[in-house]
C-alpha cells in the first residue's frame, strides 16, 4: 500500500511569513496526526484529527499554527507568521481505526504510520 | 502524568555483539509501547510493540523488545547488532489521558554500530 504523503520536503522562510505543509495519508486511515519534531527532541503532537474532527489540539500554538482535514482525507498545517523557533521537522502520521472509536478497542493498539516529514527552516 | 524516558543520547556498540537501548516509562493505568526507527531524512518507522500477552515482543529486521511491567521498562534488544542498524530510536507509549488516548514519544537514542 502507498504509505503518507507530505510535501513539501524541504522549506527555508524568512521569519514573519507563513508556511504551509500538505499530508495524504494512507487510504482508509481515520485517524491524522502532525508532530513537530525539533532537532535533539523526540516528535511532539500538535494535532489530532479524527476524520474531519479535531480530537486533541492541546499543544498547537493556536495564535500562529493552524490546521485542517475538511474532507476526512488529506490535511494541511499553516504557520503564520513564522517564529525562527519553528524550524524543526513537521511530520504527518496516519492510523488506522474505525469508524466509531470505542474507548475500549483493539484497534486503540495499532501503529502510525508516519511520511517522511518537512524540514521547515526559518531564518 | 504520562512521560516516557530513554536515558541514553547515544549507545555504542561493535557489529556482531548485542544491543540494548533503554525505556522507562511512567502512566496511569495499562500502557500500550512501541518502538520506532528514524533513518536520515526519513519519516519514523515502526519496529515492533507491546499491547499484551507474551513480555518479549519480536518485531522487524531481528529486534525485539520485553516488556516488564514491575521496573516499567521496555528495553529494545537485538543479538547481533549490524552496521546498518545504525540509526535513531524512538520509544513511544499510548495511555488513557483526560480526553482519550494519547501517544507520548521519548527524546530517541542514537545508535551507533561500528564495523
Known amino acids: 500500500e502507498a504509505g503518507v504523503a507530505q510535501s513539501p520536503r524541504y522549506k527555508i522562510i524568512e521569519k514573519r511569513q507563513s508556511v504551509a505543509f500538505w499530508c495524504n495519508p494512507i487510504s482508509g486511515h481515520a485517524t491524522l496526526y502532525w508532530y513537530q519534531q525539533i532537532l535533539g527532541q523526540g516528535p511532539k503532537l500538535l494535532i489530532q484529527f479524527q476524520n474531519n474532527g479535531v480530537v486533541d489540539d492541546s499543544q498547537l500554538p493556536k495564535d500562529r499554527f493552524s490546521a485542517e482535514r475538511l474532507k476526512g482525507v488529506d490535511s494541511t498545517l499553516k504557520i503564520q507568521p513564522a517564529k525562527l523557533e519553528d524550524s524543526a521537522v513537521y511530520l504527518c502520521?496516519?492510523?488506522?481505526?474505525?469508524?466509531?472509536?470505542?474507548?475500549?478497542?483493539?484497534?486503540?493498539?495499532?501503529?502510525?504510520?508516519f511520511g517522511q516529514g518537512t524540514r521547515l527552516t526559518v531564518v | 502524568a504520562q512521560s516516557v524516558a530513554q536515558p541514553e543520547d547515544q549507545v555504542n556498540v561493535a557489529e556482531g555483539n548485542p544491543l540494548t537501548v533503554k525505556c522507562t516509562y511512567s502512566v496511569s493505568g495499562n500502557p500500550y509501547l512501541f518502538w520506532y526507527v528514524q533513518y536520515p531524512n526519513r519519516g519514523l518507522q515502526f519496529l515492533l510493540k507491546?499491547?499484551?500477552?507474551?513480555?518479549l515482543v519480536k518485531g522487524s529486521y531481528g529486534f525485539e523488545a520485553e516488556f516488564n511491567k514491575s521496573q516499567t521498562s521496555f528495553h529494545l534488544k537485538k543479538p547481533s547488532a549490524l552496521v546498518s542498524d545504525s540509526a535513531l530510536y524512538f520509544c513511544?507509549?499510548?495511555?488513557?489521558?483526560?480526553?482519550?488516548?494519547?501517544?507520548?514519544f521519548g527524546a530517541g537514542t542514537r545508535l551507533f554500530v561500528k564495523a
Open positions: 513511544a507509549v499510548r495511555a488513557i489521558n483526560t480526553g482519550g488516548f494519547k501517544t507520548i
Open positions: 507491546y499491547i499484551t500477552g507474551d513480555n
Open positions: 502520521a496516519s492510523r488506522r481505526t474505525p469508524r466509531t472509536e470505542r474507548l475500549i478497542s483493539p484497534f486503540m493498539n495499532t501503529e502510525a504510520f
